[in-house]
């Protein structure tokens, strides 16, 4: 079975930055897709960045220049690296997998079967 747990979350300020991880532990020898979504009081989840078994990476138009998601070597820890942050990307951030080949939508979060709990990250003006 696999699982997700996600870290990192915190309350910052206007233009810091925080890193937030996510521990894969169960089924790790396949390729996956891995992304971050979140999710902020009164929205829709959204998809924030995702990243492939060879490494490729796509990110919202929101994020791109200030959000970097990347793995371990061992494909299993996931990061987010956050700079620049705004009050606007205050959210709940999850952790998402799923085995597949060839996502047309890599952001969807429809396409994501295995999810964690979440991690708060509050950034204040």
């Known amino acids: 079975q696999v699982q997700l747990v996600e870290s990192g979350g915190n309350s910052v300020q206007a233009g810091e930055s925080l890193r937030l991880s996510c521990a894969l532990s169960?089924?790790?020898?396949?390729?996956?897709?891995m992304g971050w979504f979140r999710q902020a009081p009164g929205k829709e989840r959204e998809g924030v960045a995702s990243i492939d078994g060879d490494g490729s990476t796509n990110y919202a138009d929101s994020v791109k220049g200030r959000f970097t998601i990347s793995q371990d070597n061992a494909k299993t820890t996931l990061y987010l690296q956050m700079n620049s942050l705004k009050p606007e990307d205050t959210a709940m951030y999850y952790c998402?997998?799923?085995?597949?080949?060839?996502?047309?939508?890599?952001?969807?979060?429809?396409?994501?079967?295995?999810w964690g709990q979440g991690t708060q990250v509050t950034v204040s003006s």
């Open positions: 169960g089924y790790t020898e396949a390729y996956f897709y």
């Open positions: 998402a997998a799923v085995i597949a080949y060839g996502l047309r939508s890599p952001l969807s979060e429809s396409n994501y079967k295995y």
